[in-house]
């Protein structure tokens, strides 16, 4: 079993910055990749990024490309989601969750969500 905790989210301007963590315990996370998804309000969760966690590989969506970074800190069992030029598209509960792989989409663990919000 691992458990995820999600913390960092907030309301932020147009413009501005985030950074989004995720927590493991129960289970070292070197086995897995780790993903960030989100869902706003009435539409369906998509994937944001993911990070191998064993090779430090990364993937992202078209639409936070340049402007997402994701990293681990390996001691600390943490994801980050770094978000900068933040827009109003990106309000969403975040969450993360384990992936079997970097190409997964299916998570097998997720967290409760960190609820972002960007004013306009």
């Known amino acids: 079993q691992v458990q995820l905790v999600e913390s960092g989210g907030g309301l932020v301007q147009t413009g501005g910055s985030l950074r989004l963590s995720c927590a493991a315990s129960?289970?070292?996370?070197?086995?897995?990749?780790v993903g960030w998804f989100r869902q706003a309000t009435g539409k369906e969760r998509e994937f944001v990024a993911a990070?191998?966690?064993?090779?430090?590989?990364?993937y992202f969506a078209d639409s936070v490309k340049g402007r997402f970074t994701i990293s681990r800190d390996n001691a600390k069992n943490t994801v980050y989601l770094q978000m900068n030029s933040l827009r109003p598209e990106d309000t969403a509960v975040y969450y993360c969750?384990?992936?079997?792989?970097?190409?997964?989409?299916?998570?097998?663990?997720w967290g409760q969500g960190t609820q972002v919000t960007v004013s306009s």
């Open positions: 969750a384990t992936l079997t792989n970097l190409n997964s989409r299916r998570g097998d663990y």
């Open positions: 129960g289970r070292t996370l070197r086995n897995y990749a």
């Open positions: 990070i191998s966690w064993t090779y430090g590989g990364t």
